[in-house]
């Protein structure tokens, strides 16, 4: 089965800029949540999409939104872009199980300037 | 404020030597998770521990749930630099949510 995969790898956007980022699921995963990994805060939790509905979410402000699609693939929006979103973006998939265990895909790397 | 705390921070030993890694809460939780994470990926599952008391081993790395549930530690016997990298936990509940550690940064020296 193919991993999780995340477009694009590496992002440079400009402070106000919105970006889009995109995941693809493992095959026959239901469940796609999306993490921000920074060295000062570590993994924090951004949302959770299960059959196109969000079922779960942080503590981020509304810029940062969510969709899932009938296929399960899923894309974070990020609006009005500020210095402190550069960070790792992990998108992970997983099947509905009570232990929720996590398929991470690589990551985009996003730089705001 | 991390739901769970993991410590050391930092653990830098030589190849061979043993190390330890541990995750305390005082929430319980349904299951613990241990991921591995090397630089410029994401991390991936090391292994779930579900009941309490539990151990379980994979190769030389061994995984211990706490009888209540709110704790784990994961043990490394004769360490190698392919075990470099972010060791994170992961703690489920009823809610869907993973809550996750802060991560122990472990490098193995050759």
């Known amino acids: 089965k193919a991993g999780v995969t995340q477009t694009p790898r590496y992002l440079i956007k400009t402070r106000g800029q919105q970006v889009t980022l995109s995941c693809s699921p493992i095959?026959?995963?239901?469940?796609v949540s999306w993490y921000q990994q920074t060295p000062g805060q570590g993994l924090q939790f951004l949302f959770e999409y299960f059959s196109e509905t969000q079922r779960n979410k942080g503590n981020f402000p509304g810029r940062f939104s969510g969709r899932q699609f009938s296929n399960s693939r899923s894309e974070m929006n990020v609006s009005t872009l500020e210095l402190g979103d550069s960070a790792l973006y992990l998108c992970?998939?997983?099947?509905?199980?009570?232990?929720?265990?996590?398929?991470f895909g690589p990551g985009t790397r996003l730089t705001v300037t | 404020t991390q739901l769970l705390e993991q410590s050391p921070q930092f653990l830098s030993i030589q190849e061979g030597e043993n190390l330890t890694v541990y995750c305390n809460s005082s929430s319980v939780f349904s299951s613990l998770q241990w991921y591995r994470q090397e630089p410029g990926e994401g991390p991936v599952l090391l292994v779930t521990v579900v009941t309490g008391g539990e151990v379980k081993k994979l190769k030389r790395l061994t995984f211990q749930f706490g009888d209540a549930r709110k704790d784990s530690s994961l043990h490394i016997t004769a360490a190698q630099p392919g075990d470099t990298g972010l060791y994170l936990c992961a703690g489920a509940r009823d809610d869907y949510k993973l809550s996750f550690g802060a991560g122990t940064t472990v490098t193995v020296r050759a």
């Open positions: 992970a998939s997983s099947l509905d199980s009570p232990h929720y265990e996590q398929y």
């Open positions: 095959s026959g995963h239901r469940s």
